[in-house]
């Protein structure tokens, strides 16, 4: 049975940043290792990519030729060239999408005073728009920009300062390399970062409560407990007002208005581009 190209699926992703480009430039010049060239990221990132997309797309998308004159290259399938006139198409819907959105927020509020609600309230309905397309079972997401970046071998270490009203929440991430060539992450790039609920370990407050060096903590207050076997489902206001969900496996209860201990393993936080 021959596969059915999901396109939607392989553009659900961001406004398919540098995985897109990839497709492109392998369009105009028949090779993987100079459309990663192009892109400014390495051979095997390119390959991270493609992989990425054909699994969201359910078919293959490019197909390579091996020897003959100039050593082989490669070519997009004809799912591949359908996926890209589908993501410029896309991408022009969302910039006439962004130009309405700020003309409504320029409009005096006696031109048009619905319209310009969302501007008085101090919003940005495009970013926030985008935000909400990124659908995932984790519960804790939280705006972000990247404060810094450190690699060490194969990995980088994504240090994360909250944006607006989170403006005083850090945390560290841990991703590959090559994941952090696709994202294209540099210092002031805006983000979504996320864990599972899960990926959460909430602990009443102690003073010998010690972190590992490199790991992400934070004092803050229950807001919520919900009681479930051995375990306690637990939300938390964090002292600099960000909001999160975790897990207790202490065999004390822990009350609302209780000072807990949040730790979250930064190979657990997951860095996302939601099309800002």
């Not at 397309?133 to 519960?139: A, D, F, G, P, W």
């Not at 805006?190 to 909430?202: E, G, I, Q, R, Y």
Request: proline share 3%; net charge positive.
């Amino acid at each position: 049975m021959i596969p059915q190209a999901s396109l939607a699926a392989a553009l659900s992703e961001k406004r398919s940043d540098r995985r897109i480009d990839v497709l492109r430039h392998i369009q105009d010049c028949g090779s993987i290792s100079e459309a990663a060239r192009r892109v400014g990221i390495s051979y095997k990132a390119a390959w991270q990519a493609l992989d990425t997309l054909s699994n969201l797309a359910g078919v293959e998308l490019v197909q390579r030729s091996v020897g003959g004159k100039g050593g082989g290259g490669a070519q997009l399938t004809a799912d591949a060239l359908l996926l890209l006139e589908a993501a410029n198409a896309m991408g022009q819907a969302r910039e006439q999408l962004h130009v309405q959105l700020e003309h409504a927020r320029q409009l005096p509020v006696a031109a048009d005073p619905q319209a310009r609600t969302a501007g008085a309230a101090g919003i940005s309905v495009a970013t926030t728009l985008a935000r909400l397309q990124v659908m995932t079972s984790m519960r804790n997401q939280w705006p972000c920009v990247v404060a810094q970046l450190s690699r060490s071998g194969p990995l980088v270490q994504v240090q994360l300062q909250g944006a607006a009203a989170g403006a005083q929440f850090g945390l560290q991430s841990h991703i590959t390399d090559e994941s952090a060539q696709l994202l294209g992450l540099r210092q002031g790039l805006p983000v979504l970062a996320m864990c599972k609920a899960t990926a959460v370990t909430v602990q009443a407050a102690s003073g010998a409560t010690a972190l590992a060096p490199g790991g992400n903590g934070w004092q803050g207050a229950v807001t919520r407990a919900t009681r479930g076997g051995t375990v306690q489902e637990l939300a938390v206001r964090l002292q600099s007002g960000v909001q999160l969900v975790g897990f207790s496996r202490q065999a004390s209860s822990l009350r609302v208005r209780s000072a807990v201990q949040v730790t979250v393993e930064p190979s657990a936080v997951v860095i996302a581009l939601s099309g800002e």
